[in-house]
């Protein structure tokens, strides 16, 4: 499912300082269209969409939780089993470990993505030739699938032929999806990978809503081109770098194919997160039931990291 | 503040802002500037050109010939892709599903966004908190819930339940990229249309919606690379092999037969090709519509 992020449902989407038509918002309360709305009509038009999501996500999310409360046998439903579910969970050192290898994987991405889109974002909002091929080419990878991402770094780091792949060092061989810790790594290398484009996409869009006025006010008073960005530029930049860090956050969070088609969570359980942990339980292990409590474990960090959000995003724009 | 998200109609102008004289002026571009971005091209594209390099390599030497460029430039593997593989097949189910959830997505998703962006009524917010919240519902936490669901209505393993959930999961990210596209639009237009007599639902029609036609084809195109690069639901619902997508096949064909690569890189290369060039013609349009607040995942 898409990690979409949105501005809470009730807000119309801000106008950027350069929108086309300045006089929309007031106009449009006091105009013909919104007066006379007819209601049958309104609600003709929007319950559809409200039926299928209801049916494809809602109700498949409660199931999801009553599911996890009970004991199950292929697809046999037994005995009400409280929280014993989530008790395998957050009670043993597999499930805990998990929990910290998920934590890893993000923030180890975070880091790297998050400055990465932001200077890639600064680059391709430069005035150079070519700015069109180096945006395209830049922002290619959003086209490649997370299987098609595994399958090719796989390839490019194979110790013995991949141009990347480490080979005999100094005597040990390094082999990428041999070690836990170098699997690690690069599974988030390659995370990084395909997921920059986006987050650099939004960085772009509200870096070109900065008008070029300020950065040249802040470079007649003398500051230089790195002070101009710490000063103007990032500051302004600060509400979509909070999007961009959530977006991200739930985008790895939940991340299931690159991981299975990449490492398949190993070696030795090395790269085996909760989310794919979701996954393999449910559909190779089928203990349904177990399944359906990681399920609810990632909806309910969803849950309070998008209400986090939300909140945080309100307050912002309080100031 | 400046905002977070940007409808696409502020994008694109945005956009426009290049062509002003100002901004064309180059003050002397630090050449950094451009080894850095070379450098990020790079990193952007080796991966698929030490693929497409692999991919026409024939088997015997793949393992061999480590250059770049193929020391002996051969077609047989992509011969074998096309003609004696199952690729074909996966593409054709994966052109036939795309197609079909991005005309569903679009005829659901296009009215519930005009009613959310034109017509004040009652439950209108609560409408639109409810669809939009179930973005942030993970397609992993309801995948077991789902097949449940397929296998007890009989829909598990037909094209059919693929194309009912990728619409349904489409359908947040659409409707908010279209509400802001048809907020763009003046009102103006409706009150004439309007005014000559025609009723609600013909204005929305004949008037708004073939204004908005940039705006359906960006969300268009966004959702069918999202089908296009599905794994999840497309392995979890389907199990005969004749209906299967072409991310499944890639991953199959990669433990089925060990690993060719050779055969391998090129059914990758036919597989992202489209996709690619879709990206090149319509990367404007796409950047545009992304910045409106959807991510693939």
Known sequence: MTALMTAPADRKPPAAPSAPAPERGPRRRSSGVGTTSPLGLSWALIVPSIAIVAVVSIFPIAYAINLSLHETRFLQIGDFVGLDNFAQIFGTAEGLGQVGRSLVYVVGSLAIAVPLSLALANLLNQEVRFRRVFRVIILLPWVVSQTVAALLWKWLVNPDYGPLGLGDIGGVRLDFLADPNLAMLLLIVVNVWISYPIATILCLASLQTIPEELREAAEVDGAGPFRRFMQVTLPLMKPTLFVVVIQLTLLYFNMVTLIYTLTGGGPLDGTNLLSLAAFKQSFEFFNLGLGAAYSVVLFAFNVLFGAAYLRLLRSERNV | ?297
């Open chain 2, 1 to 297: 503040m400046s905002e977070p998200i940007v409808t696409i109609a502020a994008v694109s102008t945005v956009d426009s802002r290049a062509a002003s004289p100002r901004r064309r002026r180059r003050r002397g571009t630090n050449p950094l500037i451009y080894v850095a971005l070379v450098a990020a091209s790079l990193f952007a594209i080796i991966p698929l050109l030490w693929g497409l390099s692999t991919s026409f390599k024939s088997e015997s030497v793949t393992l061999s010939d480590s250059g770049w460029i193929p020391a002996q430039f051969t077609l047989e593997n992509y011969r074998l892709v096309l003609f004696e593989s199952q690729i074909p097949v996966y593409l054709g189910n994966t052109l036939l599903v795309a197609g079909l959830t991005v005309i569903s997505t679009i005829l659901v998703a296009i009215f519930g966004a005009y009613a959310a962006a034109r017509f004040r009524f009652r439950g209108r917010a609560t409408s639109m908190f409810l669809i939009l919240m179930t973005s942030m519902i993970p397609g992993i936490a309801i995948l077991v819930p789902l097949y449940f669901l397929a296998v007890s209505l009989g829909l598990y393993d037909t094209y059919g339940v693929m194309v009912i959930i990728y619409t349904a999961w489409q359908i947040p990210t659409v409707i908010w990229m279209l509400k802001g596209f048809f907020e763009s639009i003046p009102d103006s237009i409706e009150e004439a249309g309007r005014v000559d007599g025609a009723s609600h639902f013909r204005v929305m029609v004949q008037l708004i919606f073939p204004l908005a036609l940039p705006g359906i084809a960006a969300a268009g195109v966004i959702s069918f690379i999202y089908v296009w690069n599905d794994f999840l639901i497309a392995s979890t619902m389907i199990s005969s092999d004749e209906k299967r997508l072409v991310a499944v096949g890639l991953y199959n064909y990669l433990s089925q037969y060990g690993i060719v690569w050779g055969q391998l890189t090129a059914a990758v290369v036919v597989t992202v090709i489209p996709i690619i060039l879709v990206f090149i013609l319509m990367e404007r349009r796409i950047v545009a519509g992304l910045s409106a607040g959807a991510t693939k995942g």
